[in-house]
């Protein structure tokens, strides 16, 4: 066993916070084995009662997708989300593996097939996620496949290693001990999620090269940072690497043009290059790219939330990810690589539970990131007031 | 993608015999990959609905069996539950990988630990079989792990190889047709099991080298072979390869004394050679054996019941698995190779409903090979008339 999993299950751990006498449901895909065991023996050595990991094999997807009959496309079988409720009802610890596995599984496959089925994804797990029953995270799992996707020029084992020194770096288990430099970062992100909160800004105004926005923000509009708290109070970091300060903007008030400063790649894989896009009180009225921006306005049509704005993300110049300049086809990692905003549904908990309701709804939620060393984020207070966020990549709050 | 696994799938969907608009429940270990996939992509094309493939990873028992509190080993998932009790509800189809997989997983672990934890196997499997809701089969899955511990002595390569080819045999898949060859196959058991059922014997005698014994039938005791019927009056082959035609005995019937052909190869891994049994009145009174006597012993104080006969089971020698020779150390494919008795358990469907309080409980289902094709069995009338049952290896009524 190569012990760089060992390393990694530990943080894994630490980052949902294992209890003793929980159970554990872990979420991998077939590809990802070596981590999946030592995720669960790191956790039944933190003293957890049961550990459950749920394999997905996107494969079997495939067959699916090709010979089953289309109306059943959308069946999702009862014992999944069995599963899922059970572990929010147990106030169990969740832990899901991140990454890319197996990109050639669905390749090739009819996109209106393929869109039908959203396994292993579960409508259901929205709802625990807004419920804060369980304490979870997700980590990127290395593997061979993942890294020829992303390092197509090098030899396999070259980019296998190089993609493991990446995630090493941008995990910060290069660090002495990586857990008190994830403390660190997380206490600096949440001053920051605390004093944009506490500013209760009007708007944020971004501007960069190709963007000038002003977003309206809803009166409770809630930053946060790094680490989430269940109901039952355990602390968890719910996305590691994390470098986001984020909420959710009111969504009927977006104005100004956008230039995204990273590919954007959608689920099914297709890349978008060059993306600009133009809002009108609070709605995506001009979406252009130099790659790809058919097969993005094709996804938007889903609903009208679709083409409103679901989150605001704000990533400073010490995140890790940004300065690789090495796209992971893993929203993930790609989003914690420079602010980002997100078109399709917020979050529940962004807003106070009176405001939620104003909140943007829609069936899907696509982060595209606008940001760099040089944007301008700027608060802007209901008196007019004008108070510089960031500055050179760094907080000025 | 080996085409020998399509092959194999094919006969496995057929063995299941998987219905239009059917949910179809998996059961695989990690490193059975190809095959369940291969199933799966074969159910979909006779029209299941949804195609759910569990994979079980022995690496996350070792890491329970190793860490995890002594006093949880027997909690069992409600999900795991709930999904086998859906599947029976919706009268699905079941379709589970045999075979070894990955021996080394739980070598060396405390087997006081290890009998404490159950999974992958549920009590509710035995409920859902006697139901009769589900149609279902296993079929073996040919692995390198397993391979290499058939054919120790062979090249790894080679060991697969030869494991492939002799599973191809077995399992008939070297005939023009073998949906077709499996007909006729199960259609002389049935013939036979029939003609045992119409002769309602009081007793079975078994006579051979080192064998010498009597068991009771119960009035209703009946035999069974090759196929099963769900409720719903779908047929399936619930084990493939099958050869054998078995009831249960009456458990307080049981005179004489036994020597084993075959070794006989526990759950945990013991090998035991040269065994001999004598019963008195139906229990088994004296066991020794040339090697692994003691632990069988141990095994046998779990309860009452675990040292009576369960199940009596007729294989002739049309039976491919016996001439081979090799052992499988996979009792599904091994108790098939000749004629063989369980202690412990019998299944309730091996007696009328009336007298199914008569048949033998235990926690345990331990089968032994007495068969060769020497071995004379003949039935007893309750007028005391002799009547040859097989001879030689082949049938006689």
């Given at each position: 066993?190569d012990?760089?999993?060992?390393?990694?299950?530990?943080?894994?751990?630490?980052?949902?916070?294992?209890?003793p006498?929980?159970?554990?449901?872990?979420?991998?895909?077939?590809?990802?084995?070596e981590?999946?065991?030592?995720?669960?023996?790191?956790?039944?050595?933190?003293?957890?009662?049961?550990?459950?990991?749920?394999?997905f094999?996107?494969?079997?997807?495939?067959?699916?997708?090709?010979?089953?009959?289309l109306?059943?496309?959308?069946?999702?079988?009862?014992?999944?989300?069995?599963?899922?409720?059970?572990?929010?009802?147990?106030?169990?610890?969740?832990?899901?593996?991140?990454?890319?596995?197996?990109?050639?599984?669905?390749?090739?496959?009819?996109?209106?097939?393929?869109?039908?089925?959203?396994?292993?994804?579960?409508?259901?797990?929205?709802?625990?996620?807004?419920?804060?029953?369980?304490?979870?995270?997700?980590?990127?799992?290395?593997?061979?496949?993942?890294?020829?996707?992303?390092?197509?020029?090098?030899?396999?084992?070259?980019?296998?290693?190089?993609?493991?020194?990446?995630?090493?770096?941008?995990?910060?288990?290069?660090e002495?001990?990586?857990?008190?430099?994830?403390?660190?970062?997380?206490?600096?992100?949440?001053?920051?999620?605390?004093?944009?909160?506490?500013?209760?800004?009007?708007?944020?105004?971004?501007?960069?090269?190709?963007?000038?926005?002003?977003?309206?923000?809803?009166?409770?509009?809630?930053?946060?940072?790094?680490?989430?708290?269940?109901?039952?109070?355990?602390?968890?970091?719910?996305?590691?690497?994390?470098?986001?300060?984020?909420?959710?903007?009111?969504?009927?008030?977006?104005?100004?043009?956008?230039?995204?400063?990273?590919?954007?790649v959608l689920?099914?894989?297709?890349?978008?290059?060059?993306?600009?896009?133009?809002?009108?009180?609070?709605?995506a009225?001009?979406?252009d790219?130099?790659?790809?921006?058919?097969?993005l306005?094709?996804?938007?049509?889903?609903?009208?939330?679709?083409?409103?704005?679901?989150?605001?993300?704000?990533?400073?110049?010490?995140?890790?990810?940004?300065?690789?300049?090495?796209?992971f086809?893993?929203?993930?990692?790609?989003?914690?690589?420079?602010?980002?905003?997100?078109?399709?549904?917020?979050?529940?908990?962004?807003?106070?539970e009176?405001?939620?309701?104003?909140l943007?709804?829609?069936?899907?939620?696509?982060?595209?990131?606008?940001?760099?060393?040089?944007?301008?984020?700027?608060?802007?207070?209901?008196?007019?007031?004008?108070?510089?966020?960031?500055?050179?990549?760094?907080w000025?709050?």
């Open positions: 066993m012990e760089r999993f060992e390393t990694l299950a530990g943080l894994a751990v630490h980052g949902a916070n294992v209890q006498g929980q159970l554990v449901g872990v979420s991998a895909s077939l590809g990802q084995e981590l999946a065991r030592a995720v669960a023996s790191a956790a039944y050595r933190r003293g957890a009662k049961f550990v459950d990991v749920l394999y094999d996107p494969f079997v997807k495939r067959a699916r997708i090709e010979h089953a009959d109306d059943s496309l959308d069946y999702v079988p009862d014992w999944l989300k069995a599963r899922l409720l059970a572990l929010a009802e147990a106030s169990a610890a969740r832990i899901s593996l991140g990454g890319v596995v197996s990109p050639e599984a669905l390749e090739g496959l009819d996109g209106a097939r393929l869109g039908r089925d959203q396994l292993p994804w579960l409508k259901e797990a929205m709802q625990v996620l807004n419920d804060r029953s369980t304490n979870w995270t997700i980590v990127p799992c290395p593997t061979h496949d993942w890294a020829e996707l992303v390092f197509p020029d090098l030899d396999p084992e070259e980019a296998y290693e190089r993609l493991w020194s990446e995630l090493w770096h941008v995990l910060r288990l290069d002495p001990d990586p857990a008190v430099a994830w403390d660190a970062r997380i206490e600096l992100l949440k001053t920051s999620s605390e004093a944009l909160n506490d500013r209760r800004f009007d708007a944020i105004e971004l501007k960069g090269e190709g963007t000038e926005l002003t977003l309206g923000l809803l009166p409770t509009s809630h930053w946060q940072a790094g680490d989430f708290v269940t109901r039952f109070g355990v602390r968890h970091l719910p996305n590691l690497p994390t470098e986001e300060v984020f909420t959710a903007p009111d969504p009927l008030r977006a104005d100004g043009h956008v230039t995204s400063t990273k590919p954007l689920k099914d894989g297709t890349i978008v290059r060059g993306l600009t896009v133009r809002f009108e009180g609070g709605k009225v001009e979406i790219a130099d790659e790809g921006a058919e097969a306005r094709a996804k938007l049509e889903l609903d009208e939330g679709a083409t409103r704005l679901g989150e605001l993300a704000l990533v400073d110049r010490q995140g890790r990810i940004g300065k690789l300049g090495t796209v086809y893993d929203t993930l990692l790609d989003e914690n690589a420079a602010s980002h905003i997100a078109l399709g549904a917020a979050y529940a908990f962004s807003a106070a009176e405001e939620r309701d104003r943007n709804v829609s069936g899907l939620h696509i982060d595209f990131m606008i940001g760099s060393d040089e944007l301008e984020v700027t608060g802007l207070t209901p008196e007019g007031e004008r108070i510089p966020v960031l500055r050179g990549g760094d000025q709050i």
